[in-house]
């Protein structure tokens, strides 16, 4: 189970959870469509709604153990990105080699 960041829901992993990680260096937030990247992560639907929850409550920062300065500019593209459309995985999501 996991607990998303802007409503506070807490569901299984699926498609309608995002997994963000702090960027190399923990200046920025990047989005992990993959949920692969290492490190501490944070999970929020992918819904304007939530997203906007989020970063207004700096809630991506604190669950990252960032300083509350850190870039989530990255995440506001994605608010504008998917209106309230789902965005696909990423590209290699569940293909095995």
């Known amino acids: ?3 998303c960041v802007g409503c ?3 569901e299984p992993v ?3 959870l995002l997994r963000v990680v702090a960027a190399p260096g923990g200046g920025a937030v990047l989005p992990d ?3 692969r990247a290492p490190g501490r992560g944070a999970w929020v639907h992918l819904d304007t709604d ?7 409550r700096k809630a991506f920062p ?14 506001h593209g994605l608010v504008a990105e998917i209106g309230d ?3 696909p995985p990423a ?4 293909e095995e080699e």
């Open 1 to 3: 189970m996991r607990t």
């Open 8 to 10: 506070r829901t807490s």
């Open 14 to 16: 699926s498609d309608a």
């Open 33 to 35: 469509r993959g949920a």
């Open 50 to 56: 939530c997203l906007r929850k989020a970063l207004e």
């Open 62 to 75: 604190r669950a990252l153990r960032l300083g509350i300065d850190a870039d989530v500019s990255a995440l």
């Open 85 to 87: 459309a789902s965005i």
């Open 91 to 94: 590209s290699g999501a569940g």
